[in-house]
């Protein structure tokens, strides 16, 4: 599924004992906690829009989130929280990053900044990405 096709469903039914971050397609979703103020630093990595498909992904994957079906159940959202999705986790070459915005009204494609989450943001959900037929 490094190219999505058909249609994918963000779920939130995943084993306590799982690694997400293990996962092979995998959302988490973010919240801003203004007291959090950590410093983490780092060097970044090459980004993912570099990538085949990344751009026909995206698209694919705006179109999902602002449905009202693309969570399994629902999810409560505040206006900024921040939704990392990863796609192709277990490929040496064709891991996928993306990353969202939410307005408050849907959900905006922003640039990946993975210093600015784990600074200023925390883990709220996540789960395991789903192809549906």
């Not at 058909?6 to 203004?34: A, G």
């Amino acid at each position: 599924m490094c190219k999505v096709i058909n249609r994918i469903k963000f779920c939130t039914c995943i084993d306590d004992n799982v690694d997400i971050e293990e996962l092979n397609h995998y959302w988490i979703l973010h919240r801003y906690n203004k007291d959090k103020n950590e410093n983490v630093m780092g060097t970044p990595a090459l980004p993912s829009d570099l990538q085949p498909h990344f751009e026909v992904n995206e698209t694919l994957l705006i179109d999902t989130l602002n449905t009202t079906d693309a969570f399994d159940k629902n999810i409560e959202l505040e206006k900024g929280d921040r939704l990392e999705v990863v796609l192709c986790n277990n490929s040496k070459d064709n891991e996928l990053y993306y990353n969202f915005k939410f307005t408050g009204k849907k959900w905006k494609s922003i640039e990946s900044d993975c210093f600015d989450i784990m600074n200023n943001f925390d883990e709220v959900k996540g789960g395991e990405i789903k192809e549906i037929y």
